[in-house]
């Protein structure tokens, strides 16, 4: 019986542990998903779905902006500001 209550716990504990994995992937807008369309048909040359390096080093200025100003991009941590 502990066995059978042990097991169910731990059962329980992963599903728990998936389910809030699965919470934290982002959702894109509207306007995230139109602009990752734009740049993939823009820039993905070999159609696999993703910008890699080669690609990436292929996007223009105004269109890294575009993509900065609806929230796709990472932005780097300003390392004066980590240093205070």
Known sequence: MKKLLGIAALVCAISLTVSAAEGKKKQLTDEQKKAKKELLDKYDTNKD?????????????EDLQKAEDVGLTHK??????ESK
């Open 76 to 81: 780097k941590k300003d390392k004066s500001a």
């Open 49 to 61: 779905g993703k910008i890699d390096k080669t690609e990436k080093e292929k996007i223009s200025k």
